[in-house]
């Protein structure tokens, strides 16, 4: 199926932003999210968006974290503002309920 690449991770003070890339092999019409992992803890889903731009997020990013998509361009973005150390993990792009994943982009935030 269609194979993911994100990028745009690093390491970023507490209260600072980040903006993350996922970039498809080919064009998809299907709704996309992103996830994250943090050590030792399960994968969370963080937040989808539909072709048509319709989004949802989990509570804990609400109002901090924006996904968009450019279809042209096949890529989904994740725009992270007012980082916290709990946003802390590796964070991947899949298309969901997702079975497979890529390598992801790790995200360092310090206190």
């Known amino acids: 199926q269609v194979q993911f690449v994100e990028s745009g991770g690093g390491l970023v003070q507490a209260g600072g932003s980040l903006r993350l890339s996922c970039t498809a092999s080919r064009k998809t019409f299907n709704p996309i999210g992103w996830y994250r992992q943090a050590p030792g803890k399960q994968r969370e889903l963080v937040a989808t968006?539909?072709?048509?731009?319709?989004?949802n997020y989990v509570d804990s990013v609400k109002g901090r974290f924006t996904i968009s998509r450019d279809n042209a361009r096949n890529t989904v973005y994740l725009q992270m503002n007012s980082l916290e150390p709990e946003d802390t993990a590796v964070y991947y792009c899949?298309?969901?309920?997702?079975?497979?994943w890529g390598q992801g982009t790790q995200v360092t935030v310090s206190s």
């Open positions: 899949n298309v969901p309920p997702s079975n497979t």
């Open positions: 968006i539909t072709f048509s731009g319709n989004t």
